[in-house]
């Protein structure tokens, strides 16, 4: 029985691709099965109970608040990857490469801003001024203190003669942490580092392409049309 020279190398699993960072409101999610639990509930027992024209009512009703409902709290997601950020947002998907990002602004609502000047909203990723001010709060009282432990008499001289004190050990751990941040603005500072090291590889050009999202559009006007029908016939 013969046998080959040599043997073909057996072939090698595809390269694994690191996965996109996900950002996501948790309050919008929550928010979303709490209003989808009231509507449905009370839809259905209008599709049951109801009388005459109750039912189709409820029904164009639960066709045209569901979806919206769905596209404005559970839909909204920020996808950042090594070559383009993916930014879904109620009604429109939109992929951005980064090299054709040229910023990303926080005010009283975060952006991404493309080469050309337009600016698309990221829903995922909602301002909260309360957090802000939290934030600052923390900020504040972490500097206080650190310049409290550092005078002498202070908390931190407790510990001077055993290496360790009140001021040297908890809050200096959380000194060691850095300053807090709020969570939204930790999400843009993540995603302004991500823009900063990609926008210059080469895989990672490419042109804005822009969705619309069809599937949460078409039963939403469909059911405000059949509300309009049905209210119109009296």
Sequence with gaps: MTTPDHQSPAPQPPAAFARDRIYRSPAALAGGVLLLAIVGWLGFDALVKGHDRTPWLALAGLILIVPLVVAF?????????????????????????????????????????????????????????????????????????????????????????????????????????????????????????????RAEAETAQGEITVRWAYEIAAPAVAGAVLLAILLAMG
């Design 73 to 197: 709290t559970l839909r909204p997601a920020v996808f950042a990857g090594e070559d383009r950020l993916r930014v879904r947002n109620p009604f429109r998907v939109i992929t951005l490469p980064w090299g054709e990002v040229a910023s990303l602004r926080s005010g009283y609502s975060n952006e991404v801003v493309v080469k050309s000047g337009t600016k698309y909203q990221l829903w995922a990723i909602p301002v909260s001024l309360r957090a802000r001010k939290r934030a600052a709060r923390r900020q504040a009282r972490a500097a206080s203190e650190a310049r409290g432990a550092g005078r002498p008499g202070g908390l931190g001289g407790l510990g001077g003669g055993m290496g360790f004190g009140l001021g040297g050990g908890l809050r200096g751990a959380e000194a060691a942490a850095g300053p807090a941040r709020a969570e939204s603005d930790q999400a843009m500072d993540d995603l302004r580092q991500l823009l900063e090291n």
